[in-house]
T-cell receptor, first 111, second 116 residues
Framework: GEDVEQSLFLSVREGDSSVINCTYT??????LYWYKQEPGAGLQLLTY?????DMKQDQRLTVLLNKKDKHLSLRIADTQTGDSAIYFC???????????FGTGTRLQVFP | DTAVSQTPKYLVTQMGNDKSIKCEQN?????MYWYKQDSKKFLKIMFS???????INETVPNRFSPKSPDKAHLNLHINSLELGDSAVYFC???????????????FGSGTRLTVV
């Protein structure tokens, strides 16, 4: 089955860029999503990328997809303290109608 | 107006008890899910229903029984609760049954279950 890996922690200074990385094993995912989970809350869809795209920009968020290396990244420009949360990479497992979540990366933003 | 709502938000109960978690979505989605998030924040799908029909049933003890009275509701009943059942349970919904769309999944805010 699909395996999704993310590093567990990332710490950045306010105003810097954050880059959260994700590797996955199944290259046939059609959609790949990024979710954000704030403390004590549910998951919130942040953005997604379709598998035939290399890059998608959405305001402060940039998603990069390298299908050959099965690598997905989320860049947050001008990171703010409100961005502190856990970020989940979630490729869609093909033909199964389910998402496979990575472990999540805990982003901590300090002043 | 909450799109996917779960109740209760918190549930503390003793081992051996039976409990239910309810989920409702008002998005008109066809598919609903239960996910379990363990203490390490790892999420794993448990069940999914499409239009009241079970389509995914991962390896979950049969003490867990989902029930979908209509496509807007998916409840989770757990018998004989064990300490290891302590986790956060998320309900979610999506538009399609096979393949996703640009909206992905909409999650509820989670139910934190603590078994003591």
């Amino acid at each position: 089955g699909e395996d999704v890996e993310q590093s567990l922690f990332l710490s950045v200074r306010e105003g810097d860029s954050s880059v959260i990385n994700c590797t996955y094993t199944d290259s046939s995912s059609t959609y790949l999503y990024w979710y954000k989970q704030e403390p004590g809350a549910g998951l919130q869809l942040l953005t997604y990328i379709f598998s035939n795209m290399d890059m998608k920009q959405d305001q402060r968020l940039t998603v990069l997809l390298n299908k050959k290396d099965k690598h997905l990244s989320l860049r947050i420009a001008d990171t703010q303290t409100g961005d502190s949360a856990i970020y989940f990479c979630a490729p869609e497992a093909p033909y199964t109608d389910k998402l496979i979540f990575g472990t999540g990366t805990r982003l901590q933003v300090f002043p | 107006d909450t799109a996917v709502s779960q109740t209760p938000k918190y549930l503390v109960t003793q081992m051996g008890n039976d409990k239910s978690i309810k989920c409702e979505q008002n998005l008109g989605h066809d598919t609903m899910y239960w996910y379990k998030q363990d203490s390490k924040k790892f999420l794993k799908i448990m069940f999914s229903y499409n239009n009241k029909e079970l389509i995914i049933n991962e390896t979950v003890p049969n003490r867990f029984s989902p029930k979908s009275p209509d496509k807007a509701h998916l409840n989770l009943h757990i018998n004989s609760l064990e300490l290891g059942d302590s986790a956060v349970y998320f309900c979610a919904s999506s538009q399609g049954a096979w393949g996703s769309d640009v909206y992905g999944y909409t999650f509820g805010s989670g139910t934190r279950l603590t078994v003591v």
